[in-house]
């Protein structure tokens, strides 16, 4: 069984930065994708970035510029850098991993149970 687990998360003032963690046990994940969304109260869950085998990323128009996604050392790890934050970018984070991109952006794969971010003005 595949277990996700996101870390990183916390309080911050407008325009600081976090980076968040995603760890994956319970397999090998070098040829796996990667994805990060979050889900503001009241709010449906967004696409934010994703990266898949090769190291190809891709991102939402919404962060691009400001939010990096990248690999660790690790092949079970990934992290998202997200600077410049902004209010609106107060909600809960989500990774995801899975066989590729398109299966993530599905909905599909294994999901972690998510880290809070909240930008204070």
């Known amino acids: 069984q595949v277990l996700v687990l996101e870390s990183g998360g916390g309080l911050v003032q407008a325009g600081g930065s976090l980076r968040l963690s995603c760890t994956a046990s319970g397999r090998t994940f070098g040829g796996y994708a990667w994805g990060w969304f979050r889900q503001a109260p009241g709010k449906e869950r967004d696409f934010l970035a994703s990266?898949?085998?090769?190291?190809?990323?891709t991102y939402a128009d919404s962060v691009k510029g400001r939010f990096t996604i990248s690999r660790g050392d690790v092949v079970n790890t990934v992290y998202l850098q997200l600077n410049n934050l902004k209010p609106e970018d107060t909600a809960v984070y989500y990774c995801?991993?899975?066989?590729?991109?398109?299966?993530?952006?599905?909905?599909?794969?294994?999901w972690g149970q998510g880290t809070q971010v909240t930008v204070s003005s």
């Open positions: 990266i898949d085998w090769s190291g190809d990323a």
């Open positions: 995801a991993v899975a066989v590729d991109v398109a299966t993530i952006r599905r909905g599909f794969g294994s």
